[in-house]
């Protein structure tokens, strides 16, 4: 079965500073994969998404990703962390069920961001 | 264009009460998917619904049912709440209910609490 595991509860990071949020998966074929941010009390919003092609995908604020295949991951990265980037983060991948679109998401990990 | 709405934000039942949660999707979206993220988890798949059938079910007792009605908006019902059933329930909506190339959107969903 389909997993996705976020390594990182917690993280902390410098206003300013890089930021690499780590997220590896569990799935035998090539996955579709997710990076949603949620701030309290809002819903979840689309950072990037992976499908095929480009190992390396640009998505909305600044962000980017990598998929590694041979290490099964798809870190999220951004070059500097602005103070309004706190929030929960959450990577997902694709069930695979050719019915639907149910995404795995994984457990999450809190960025703060201090001054 | 208003996104994904959910009613109502937050809710207090107790248990062994029956609760309904409703949710209009975004403009031109016909599926709409069921989410329920407890506390300090990602969130996890209920159900999707298209074209007023339930055409994808996760892993949840038949306690958690659904409904979509002709404007595509949707209802989640829960019967026979447990303490366990505390938690954020999220509605996504998308234009079609058969790849998750087809961007979620998801609503900023309602706060159950069950005592």
């Known amino acids: 079965a389909q997993s996705v595991t976020q390594p990182d509860i917690h993280i902390t990071v410098s206003e300013g500073a890089s930021l690499e949020l780590r997220c590896n998966y569990s799935?035998?074929?090539?996955?579709?994969l997710f990076w949603y941010v949620q701030s309290p009390g809002q819903g979840l919003q689309l950072l990037l998404k992976?499908?095929?092609?480009?190992?390396l995908v640009q998505g909305i604020k600044g962000f980017e990703a990598e998929f590694k295949r041979s290490q099964s991951s798809f870190n999220l990265r951004k070059p500097s962390v602005h103070w309004s980037d706190a929030a929960e983060y959450f990577c997902?991948?694709?069930?695979?069920?050719?019915?639907?679109?149910?995404?795995?998401f994984g457990k999450g990990t809190t960025l703060s961001v201090s001054s | 264009d208003a996104g994904v709405t959910q009613s109502p934000t937050h809710l207090i039942k107790t248990r062994g009460q029956q609760v309904t949660l409703r949710c209009s999707p975004k403009?031109?979206?016909?599926?709409v998917s069921w989410y329920q993220q407890a506390l300090g988890q990602g969130p996890q798949f209920i159900f999707q619904?298209?074209?007023?059938?339930?055409?994808q079910r996760g892993n949840f007792p038949d306690r958690f049912s659904g409904h979509q009605f002709p404007n595509y908006s949707s209802e989640l019902n829960v019967n026979a709440l447990l303490l366990g059933d505390s938690a954020l329930y999220l509605c996504a909506s998308s234009r079609s209910p058969t790849s998750t190339k087809e961007k979620l959107f998801f609503g900023s969903g309602t706060q159950l609490s069950v005592l």
């Open positions: 619904y298209y074209e007023e059938e339930e055409r």
């Open positions: 997902a991948v694709d069930a695979a069920n050719q019915a639907g679109t149910a995404l795995i």
């Open positions: 799935y035998g074929a090539t996955p579709y």
């Open positions: 403009s031109g979206h016909d599926t």
């Open positions: 992976y499908f095929s092609g480009d190992t």
